[in-house]
Structures are given as structure tokens and as C-alpha cells.
């Protein structure tokens, strides 16, 4: 077993793994934090993705021990003071989800490309969420949500 350090979601653990464990099977199986799905564990769906030192990775193809020391937010740590996050209200207001499999790694990945300054246009949305992948398809509404997200956070730190 290794000893790891991260700070999850604005707090400090101290965590006991194996060498090879990834770090979504240490989210999931050790800390319960099971917002962070697996889809496909071939670093393909971006179901599991979260922000390690502010940068949205997919975490089923991080080894743990390779995180050691760093920061790590996943969907449960987005919300602030028990207020959804403003990309999350996008998604429920615009219908951006369905059966909901896909949609934490989503809003992950959006709040990562708003966060960077990336183009917020339809089309630069797709290419930067195609990594992302939708069973249920509803990426129309997906795009509109991230579009009203971004401009919510926009809005708010300005
Ligand atoms: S589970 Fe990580 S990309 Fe699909
Ligand atoms: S909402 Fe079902 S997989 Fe995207």
C-alpha cells in the first residue's frame, strides 16, 4: 500500500492505496464521492472527469499515487455554501441532461474551458467538450447550457 496527501474538495486526507489504483477508483471506492462516474475506464466518455490543480483530467487514467499532493475538485465540491454552481443551474434550466450518466464530467469539463478563457461559441463548445460523450445524445441542449453557464460565471466574477 502507498500513503497519498490530497486536498479533496477543499479538505485534507490522508489516503492509503495501491500502487496501481486510479485515482476515480479511489474517489469512488474509498471516499464515496460516486458523482464521479465510469464509463468506459479507456479515457474515452470523460465520465470521470474532475479538476486536479484547477485542470479538468479524466480520472480513471490518473494513478493515484501520482496525485499525491495535489489539489482535486469533483462535482461535490462545485456547489458553494450549499448553492449550486452556476454551470449546474444552466444544466437543469436548459435541459442539459437526461439520464444525468454523462453530466457531472460535463459541467467539469465546462467550468474548465469557461475557467481557461476559451471561445464560447457553439461550434468551439463541441470541439471542446468532444471529449465528452453523450449516450442519450442531448448535446443541443448541452451546448445552450454551457453557453448560460458561461456567461452566468461570466457575469458573477466580473
Ligand atoms: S471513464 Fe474515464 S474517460 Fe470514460
Ligand atoms: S444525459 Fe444520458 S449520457 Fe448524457
Redesign the pocket.
Known amino acids: 500500500m502507498e500513503t497519498i496527501e490530497l486536498k479533496i474538495n477543499g479538505r485534507k486526507r490522508t489516503l492509503h492505496c495501491l500502487p496501481n489504483a486510479t485515482l476515480v477508483e479511489v474517489l469512488r471506492d474509498q471516499l464515496h464521492l460516486t458523482g464521479t462516474h465510469v464509463g468506459c475506464d479507456t479515457t474515452q466518455c470523460g465520465a470521470c472527469t474532475i479538476h486536479v490543480d484547477g485542470c479538468a483530467v479524466k480520472a480513471c487514467t490518473v494513478l493515484a499515487v501520482r496525485s499525491d499532493g495535489s489539489d482535486v475538485m469533483t462535482i461535490e465540491g462545485l456547489a458553494e455554501n450549499e448553492a449550486s454552481h452556476p454551470m449546474q443551474e444552466a444544466f437543469k434550466a436548459c435541459h442539459g441532461?437526461?439520464?444525468?450518466?454523462?453530466?457531472p464530467g460535463m459541467i467539469m469539463s465546462a467550468v474548465d474551458l469557461v475557467n481557461k478563457g476559451c471561445a464560447l461559441e457553439p461550434s468551439a463548445i463541441r470541439e471542446a467538450l468532444s471529449g465528452n460523450i453523450?449516450?442519450?445524445t442531448?448535446y443541443q441542449n448541452i451546448v445552450a447550457a454551457v453557453m448560460q453557464g458561461a456567461s452566468e460565471m461570466q457575469e458573477q466574477s466580473s
Open positions: 441532461l437526461q439520464c444525468g450518466f454523462c453530466t453523450c449516450r442519450c442531448g
